[in-house]
């Protein structure tokens, strides 16, 4: 294993260094709030690294209790074999996040299984099935099935209520996927999102993940948090 030798440097030394080996642009970013606010930009990068690594826990739950909970409610409308219905893939467009399903099926190495092809699926694809066209398909029956303690209110408010929730998730988890700044997100909504797609399918499940996750304890520890 590399062992590097630790060597303290003057902070300025050190923010030139980082700046160059992380991009200007990029550094310039903390730079701003930093200034803004006071603040060492060194502090708000380990600070937003750390806020990055501890939402990777609630969004892993939520992703997998998501897509989880739309592929029972797909089973319950066209089968267990649910991703070959003919009436299921004539919804699907052939270009967009949809487009994924066929795409899978065009692959020429093997033949995949219905937990492989969940597996698969990416997130948004998992999000485009709550907008308006399968309102009726998929989720006038299967809501109760997928998301049991879903909001008691009219099916149309719930759906759109559920893709808005989806899209913000999704929105931070490319941010984060893609190593960007997460400092001017307002993460406790991104929080609430995620505690509301899984309570939704499971309070228990819910209830266990606030009890090992970490990203609320950092998010208290914002350096932003009592400032102006």
Not at 151 to 171: E, F, G, K, M, Y
Request: net charge positive.
């Amino acid at each position: 294993m590399l062992v590097i030798h630790h060597v303290v440097l003057p902070p300025m030394k050190e923010q030139r260094i980082l700046q160059a080996a992380l991009s200007r642009p990029r550094w310039a970013t903390y730079k701003r709030l930093a200034d803004r606010h006071s603040l060492d930009a060194a502090l708000l990068y380990v600070w937003n690294m750390q806020m990055c690594g501890a939402l990777l826990a609630p969004l892993h739950v939520c992703e997998i209790v998501t897509r989880n909970a739309v592929a029972a409610a797909l089973a319950h409308a066209f089968g267990p074999r649910w991703p070959w219905h003919p009436a299921l893939l004539q919804r699907m467009p052939a270009d967009g996040a949809l487009s994924a399903l066929q795409d899978l099926h065009r692959r020429a190495d093997r033949r995949m299984d219905t937990p492989e092809i969940i597996a698969s699926l990416r997130f948004a694809f998992w999000q485009q099935l709550f907008t308006r066209r399968f309102e009726g398909a998929i989720w006038a029956r299967g809501l109760k099935i997928a998301l049991p303690n879903a909001p008691q209110c009219a099916l149309s408010v719930v759906r759109t209520n559920i893709h808005a929730d989806l899209d913000r998730i999704r929105h931070l988890r490319n941010r984060i996927a893609h190593h960007e700044p997460v400092l001017e997100r307002d993460i406790g909504a991104d929080l609430a999102a995620i505690g509301r797609l899984i309570h939704a399918r499971c309070p228990h499940t819910l209830g266990w993940l606030q009890r090992h996750e970490r990203a609320t304890t950092v998010l208290a520890a914002s350096p932003l948090t009592s400032r102006p």
